[in-house]
Every structure is written in structure tokens, then in C-alpha cells.
């Protein structure tokens, strides 16, 4: 069906659009929700350029897509626990999610998407890779999928080693973090999104540490060759970031990584988890 209240330029061939046409300062109509909707289920990760957002705006918006979430190891900002700022200076050399993944997949019930809002950018770098893992699961071949189909694994939040007193944490306002441990859950490996009906793989290195019934030294061989797989070339795109650019995208059939390429430069962005779903 064709667009007719927002534009939409696929960003890739495998996934990304940028819809034009809104002004998130104000409520959508009815219309151009739907169809941001179904931009959103067709291109898996979409953006927005040109907003000047506060934190009202961006929940306003999280809404067309789920309730909003909360994180569970930095604060939100004053008002809004929701939303956490993610701060980079000039002077930090690591930067948070600097390798392939989908969103706290340790929690019972991860968020649907995530949200970014670029509050401040530096001239170049700073993108961020997004990987459809829809066609990471449809190009695996049969046999491998039917093993897949039947695997549980389980994920955890201790990120190798924990998370306090990393370098790319200092100037966030973190909570909780020595008891990383004990976020752990279990998922299917190929979970089925709700509303699209399709099978995407749903595992990473950052955070699926086994798969139950095996060992982590058994399970990491077959861990690293799904990572390799499902981040190929040409499963990918990536967004660049401008001040003002807001971007979703769908954690049930994407990872994402954010490039660490600038430094000695300055970013700031907004993030905002969406809904909470328990995968199957």
C-alpha cells in the first residue's frame, strides 16, 4: 500500500527508511500513526531528522509505538525515568554499545524497539549500524534452521567481566550495576514476531552466554559463527546521525552497534526503551 500522509526512503537494501512528513512537536493524527506503524514493521528501523524534541515529545511519540520501558542500570533524567541520557566525552576513549546486539535480551520481558534522540552530535562519525535478522535466520540453510528452531539460550547481563566501573559508564548516572549478575533469562533462539509472523535469530555475543542444556564452552562455537552470520554486509545499513534525528528501531528482528569513531569529540543522545514483550 502506498504512503500517502508521510514520505519514506529506504535507507538500505536489507532494512532502515527515513520517514519524512511529521512534526513530532505535535500528536499524529490517526492516519499518519498507521502508516508510521506499518513503515516501522516493513523497514524494521526508521528516523526522523530535523526534531527540537523535549522529553513530553519523545514519550508522546514512544506511545505510537508501545508504553515506554525503563532500564535497569542508569537513571533517567529529572522527570522522565524513562529516559537516559547516553554521554560521551571528549576525553572517554570506549563508548557504550560498541558491539553487536539487541537491547537487554537479559530481561523476562525485553523492550520492542529502541529509542534515540540526537541531542548533540560530532561533525562525523558516531553512526550506528543496524542488521535485519530476519534474513539472517532465512538464509541460514535447512538443517541449521531446524536445529535453531528447537535451542533456548540464555542471556545475561554481566557483559564479561561486569559493568561497574567501566570506562564509557563515567559520565552516566549508572544504578545497580554490581548486581549484573543476576539478570539472566531464557528465550528462544529464533523467536516469531507478533505482528509481522516472521522468524528472526535472536542471539549475540554481548549477551546469550549458552545455550540451555550445554555449556558455554560448547556453546560458543556456534555463538561466534551466528554472530559473523547475522551482522554480514549485506544484512546491514547505518544511520548517521544529525542533531535533531530520532530514530526507532525494532529489537525482535535487529541488532545494532554503535560506531566508536570519533574521538576527542562530544555526543549526546536521548534513549528511550519501548514496550516489553516476552519473546517467543
Known amino acids: 500500500m502506498p504512503y500517502e500522509t508521510i514520505s519514506v526512503r529506504p535507507l538500505a537494501g536489507a532494512l532502515g527508511a527515513e520517514i519524512g512528513g511529521l512534526d513530532l512537536r505535535a500528536p499524529l493524527g490517526n492516519r499518519q500513526r498507521d502508516e508510521l506503524h506499518r513503515a516501522f514493521l516493513a523497514y524494521c528501523a526508521i ?3 530535523g526534531q527540537q524534541l523535549e522529553p513530553a515529545d519523545l514519550l508522546r511519540y514512544c506511545r505510537y509505538f508501545a508504553e ?28 557504550v554499545g560498541g558491539a553487536w546486539h539487541s537491547d537487554t535480551t537479559y530481561l523476562a520481558k525485553p523492550p520492542i524497539g529502541t529509542m534515540l534522540y ?15 535478522q530476519y534474513l539472517a535466520y532465512e538464509t541460514l540453510s535447512p538443517g541449521m534452521r531446524r536445529m535453531l528452531d528447537g535451542l533456548t539460550g540464555v542471556y545475561s547481563a554481566r557483559m564479561n567481566g561486569g559493568r561497574s566501573g567501566r570506562a564509557e559508564n563515567r559520565y552516566m548516572r549508572m544504578r545497580d550495576t554490581d548486581n549484573a ?14 505482528e509481522t509472523g516472521r522468524k528472526a535469530l535472536y542471539v549475540s555475543t ?15 562455537p556456534l555463538l561466534e559463527f551466528l554472530q559473523a552470520h547475522c551482522t554480514r554486509p549485506e544484512f546491514t545499513a547505518r544511520i548517521r546521525w544529525e ?3 530520532v530514530a526507532i ?12 569513531d570519533y574521538q576527542g ?14 519473546p517467543v
Open 249 to 260: 528501531w525494532d529489537n525482535r528482528c535487529c541488532q545494532h552497534f554503535a560506531i566508536n
Open 206 to 220: 554481548r549477551h546469550t552466554i549458552r545455550f540451555k542444556g550445554m555449556t558455554e564452552e560448547e556453546s560458543r
Open 265 to 278: 569529540k562530544r555526543r549526546v543522545m536521548w534513549r528511550l526503551p519501548v514496550g516489553a514483550e516476552t
Open 68 to 95: 515506554p520501558a525503563e532500564y535497569p542500570f542508569v537513571e533517567g533524567i529529572p522527570g522522565y525515568p524513562q529516559i537516559f541520557e547516553l554521554r560521551k566525552e571528549p576525553d572517554q576513549s570506549e563508548n
Open 118 to 132: 540526537a541531542r548533540e552530535v560530532p561533525d562525523y562519525g558516531g553512526d550506528t549500524m543496524v542488521a535485519n
Open 243 to 245: 542533531k535533531g534525528t
Open 47 to 49: 528516523y526522523v531528522r
Open 181 to 194: 549478575a543476576a539478570y539472566e533469562a531464557e528465550h528462544p533462539v529464533v523467536r516469531t514476531h507478533p
